[in-house]
């Protein structure tokens, strides 16, 4: 079983930054390939990034050159490096933690790019 909290979130002007954290519990952390996924009103859920267990990362074509995914697999944790921030970007942004057939979600945290 993992747990995964994700925290960071905030409003933030066009062209600013943020930095989003996931913080996972249980065990087999670094096994995971753990992602990055948002939802904006009355859109569906879409990937954002990814890394592997093998830090291989992945990007949407729309953040890519602007967002950066890592992990810190002593601390269990996942974090999105957010710049040149968008109005299109605002979004509840969820964690996902998957290794096989086990797949968990984060609860979201609200980015909001307004001036």
């Known amino acids: 079983q993992m747990q995964l909290v994700e925290s960071g979130g905030g409003l933030v002007q066009p062209g600013g930054s943020l930095r989003l954290s996931c913080a996972a519990s249980?065990?087999?952390?670094?096994?995971?390939?753990m992602g990055w996924y948002r939802q904006a009103p009355g859109k569906q859920r879409e990937w954002v990034a990814s890394?592997?267990?093998?830090?291989?990362?992945n990007y949407a074509d729309s953040v890519k050159g602007r967002f950066t995914i890592s992990r810190d697999n002593a601390k269990k944790m996942v974090y999105l490096q957010m710049n040149t921030l968008k109005p299109e970007d605002t979004a509840v942004y969820y964690c996902?933690?998957?290794?096989?057939?086990?797949?968990?979600w984060g609860q979201g945290t609200q980015v909001t790019v307004s001036s």
């Open positions: 890394i592997a267990l093998n830090s291989i990362t």
């Open positions: 249980g065990s087999m952390f670094s096994l995971f390939t």
């Open positions: 996902r933690g998957s290794l096989s057939d086990l797949d968990y």
